[in-house]
């Protein structure tokens, strides 16, 4: 599996410069007007892998597959988006088809480049979509307790669904708090319970240090994960080569891209993990959650390895690397054989073995 980011904010916030710059194409139009993004822009991109390089490369493999993270340019949002105002139905529509939101909001000054609400306060901005948002999930609940539909739902359900609405009518957001809830609500396709990233758009001067728009919102969404990136230079780089990109951010003293930094934490945010094979034919990594059973594992690569499983041949990519290859692993005592009810690790190489 590979995971799905959705790009949202308020109109000219910088979504379209980005997508085009994280997904190295010009298919976002960006413009200074609003709703200039209408149907959402879908980019996918490889997650560049180095120790996947280095196992092709042991392998001698005739193909290399990374796995790969997919963002959507969604239309930006008004105020009233939840009673149709702007593209409100469609926006709140596409959002619930990705798996983690990218708040993006603006933190840069620019007379040439106009603000919906005619002043920058990112932090007010964050609040109109969240509180959107929440209008949205509680008509959902609403709907779904309509005295017609209330009587295809378990007690449980209700149960569930009238603390959440209860929440969501206080202006505070889902929280999902086990296992039950995520499968009742995950189905009713609210919009509060995805996992986001705060993304803070900066000029270049203020990519290091922040400024006082990005300390607003560390200010009042302390417990959230947030980035500073800067859309242009993410634009800029996406135009380079290898050489070109290294020279030019070792210039502006850029360790990672914004495009590397967003990865990691959607990553992190999604509890995921990668996992390799690799042979003569094919390298290629394959993304799962965290915790995963190795028969789970299996079905990724092929839905019938599941039911067919045997067991799991696993060699960590740290000594795969080392060794040269499974086999040299296996002479020297690192290849394991692993049943049914072992855990995926991140970096682990894995060879199946199920009943034909």
Excluded at 71 to 82: E, H, N, P, Q, Y
Excluded at 269 to 284: A, D, H, M, V, Y
Aim: with cysteine.
């Amino acid at each position: 599996m590979g995971f799905k980011c959705g790009i949202v904010g308020l109109p000219n916030v910088g979504k379209s410069t980005l997508f085009n710059a994280l997904t190295a194409s010009k298919n976002a139009e960006a413009a200074n007007f609003p709703f200039c993004t209408i149907d959402p822009n879908i980019g996918i991109v490889d997650v560049i892998d180095n120790r996947l390089d280095q196992l092709s490369k042991l392998s001698n493999s005739k193909k290399k597959i990374y796995a790969n993270i997919t963002f959507v340019d969604i239309a930006g949002l008004v105020k009233g988006a939840s009673k149709g105002e702007g593209l409100g139905n469609k926006f709140l529509s596409h959002i619930r088809e990705v798996d983690a939101i990218i708040h993006l909001v603006r933190c840069f000054d620019s007379e040439k480049i106009s603000h919906v609400n005619s002043k920058i306060s990112p932090a007010d901005d964050l609040e109109i979509i969240k509180t959107e948002i929440i209008l949205s999930d509680l008509d959902v609940i609403n709907r779904k307790l309509d005295k017609s539909k209330k009587k295809l739902l378990t007690e449980k359900e209700i149960s569930i669904l009238e603390e959440k609405s209860k929440l969501l009518s206080d202006g505070k957001e889902v929280k999902i708090n086990d296992l039950e809830e995520e499968k009742i609500l995950t189905s009713a396709g609210l919009l509060s319970i995805k996992p986001k990233i705060i993304v803070c758009n900066v000029d270049e001067e203020n990519l290091s240090e922040g400024n006082q728009h990005t300390k607003q919102v560390q200010s009042k969404y302390s417990g959230e994960k947030i980035l500073n990136i800067c859309a242009d230079i993410e634009d800029q780089l996406s135009g380079l080569d290898k050489n070109e990109k290294e020279t030019f951010m070792q210039e502006i003293g850029l360790n990672k891209t914004g495009l590397n930094r967003l990865i990691k934490e959607g990553y992190d945010l999604l509890n995921l993990n990668t996992f390799f094979t690799s042979g003569p034919e094919e390298s290629r990594a394959w993304t799962i959650r965290k915790n995963t059973l190795a028969p789970k594992a299996a079905s990724v690569i092929h839905t019938d390895f599941e039911k067919n499983f045997i067991r799991a041949e696993a060699v960590s990519c740290e000594d795969f690397i080392k060794f040269g290859s499974a086999e040299k692993c296996k002479e020297n005592g690192k290849l394991r054989i692993e049943g049914k009810d072992y855990i995926v690790k991140d970096g682990d190489v894995l060879y199946f073995r199920v009943n034909p």
